[in-house]
């Protein structure tokens, strides 16, 4: 999990792990959360919209800006609309001053939206299909009271013959170089037309061959790639004994220092308690964010779904429109048109209806189908039950921040719970020996 070491100013008899222990790393300093998840008495805030999903039995976890990434991919669809528009307009403007009519413009601004504007269009949406794909959610299950975290297998090493980053950049230069070869004879004003054909019609054979070989050994290789790439499983842990802490790290670089503060969840290896069998991260900027994020989980998993926050709808198609509709009435006409500029500029409308899709299909639809099996709602009587002294301190530790108390300052949690138990046995001796002394 981290590289880390018990505090100077700790007992060596502290646990290694419980709510309210500060620990030191390398980089910075963590507080505990778990085991034992404890009330830390801050609000429910999803600040990072880390909660993706919620449902009455489980809750999916999923950070990443999706809808930045299916608005940066869609530039380069409205990229190759305006230069296409850019190709018309040239090819009308020589039409109506009386010039004879050419398509070279035309030509070569559309080859260069098939070279280069829509390639990086479309390199940049599966690209972010990818990413979502390899960020699986983590699920917590409060019937079961247990979380799902997933995990990637190792993969073994593919060396593909003939291929690597040279033969990358020879393939795509030879295929650019056909295509320039195809549109090349349009641009010859003295040829007959027969020879012209015939240059094209051999330039297309070829291009046709380069395609057909480059395109069957790709798909061989991914095929190939497929089967060798790490696997997706899920490691199932109890939510009582799972490992969170709030780590706060400090980057020094040259002539700058950056702060910054993440939530981590982890699942501890069974013969290694201070290593990771798998975990999950988000940054949330400062402790006490970290805090109400996570108290979002814990009141899921010991309150129930309406303690808890719903997942926000920011990249909804719904919430775009109810915004747009907002604007309307909002803004005067210039900044209204120019919101709608940029809002066609990036292609927000379909950037949404991506995102959903993204959000709703394709990052469930490769999740094993044992976590699926998992996540069926259980009868009520089997339900887990949350343990009895958990049950007990939460209440104790609710009075307790009534009181003033602070979880960050509280320290390690049993420690807590033995100086409330003294003064609670104290309180009740003074009682004791003043009931004798009247009598």
């Known amino acids: 999990m981290a590289q880390e070491h018990t505090s100077a100013t700790s007992p060596i008899s502290e646990p290694a792990w419980e709510a309210g222990v500060r620990r030191t ?10 085991p034992a998840p404890v ?15 919620k449902t ?27 230069v296409m528009m850019g190709g018309v307009a040239m090819t009308v403007d020589y039409y109506l001053g009386h010039r004879e009519l050419t398509w070279i413009p035309l030509l070569g601004l559309g080859g260069m939206n098939l070279l280069v504007t829509v390639p990086w269009g ?8 990818k990413a979502v794909k390899e960020t699986p959610p983590v699920r917590l299950n409060r019937q079961r009271r247990e979380v799902a975290m997933p995990r ?23 295929v650019v170089f056909t295509i320039v070869a195809v549109l090349a004879p349009f641009m ?32 061989i290789a991914l095929r190939l790639k497929k089967k060798h790439d790490p696997q997706l499983v899920y490691e199932l842990h109890p939510w009582d004994k799972l490992v969170a802490y709030i780590e706060t790290k400090q980057n020094i670089g040259p002539g700058l220092m950056a702060t910054h503060t993440v939530l981590t969840l982890a699942i501890p290896k069974p ?12 940054n949330v900027g400062h402790e006490t964010a970290g805090l109400t994020q996570w108290e979002c989980l814990r009141r899921f998993m010991e ?12 990249e909804t198609l719904a919430h775009y429109k109810a915004k747009c509709r907002q604007a309307r009435k909002e803004m005067s006409l210039l900044p209204w048109l120019g919101k709608k500029v940029g809002d066609w500029f990036f292609q927000r409308y379909l950037a949404h209806i991506i995102t959903e899709r993204r959000l709703k299909t394709l990052a469930l639809k490769s999740l094993p189908e044992e976590l699926d099996a998992w996540s069926v709602p259980l009868p009520r009587e089997q339900w887990a039950k949350p343990p009895e002294a958990l049950q007990t301190l939460n209440q104790h530790l609710t009075r307790a921040y009534e009181r003033g108390l602070r979880f960050t300052d509280m320290g390690p949690v049993s420690q807590w719970q033995a100086k409330y138990d003294e003064k609670k046995q104290q309180k009740r001796s003074r009682g004791r020996y003043r009931s004798r002394a009247e009598f």
Not at 188 to 215: M, P
């Open 188 to 219: 010859l004003e003295d040829a007959t037309e027969e020879y012209r054909n015939n240059l094209v019609f051999w330039a297309l054979v070829v291009l046709g061959v380069e395609l057909l070989v480059i395109g069957t050994y790709l798909f």
């Open 152 to 174: 990637w297998t190792e993969g073994k090493k593919l060396n593909l013959p003939f291929w690597n980053e040279s033969s990358e950049g020879w393939a795509y230069v030879t």
């Open 303 to 314: 309150e129930g779904p309406d303690a808890c926050p719903d997942p926000k709808n920011d």
């Open 56 to 82: 009455e039995h489980w809750l999916d976890l999923q950070h990443g800006n999706l809808l930045f990434g299916a608005e940066f991919s869609l530039m380069f669809l409205s990229l190759t609309i305006l």
């Open 25 to 34: 790393t390398q980089d910075g300093r963590l507080l505990a959360l778990s």
């Open 39 to 53: 009330t830390t008495g801050e609000r429910a805030v999803d600040v990072n919209a880390w909660i993706r999903r």
């Open 122 to 129: 479309l390199y940049m949406h599966f690209l972010g299909n």
């Open 271 to 282: 013969d290694d308690p201070e290593s990771a069998l798998a975990a999950a991260s988000i």
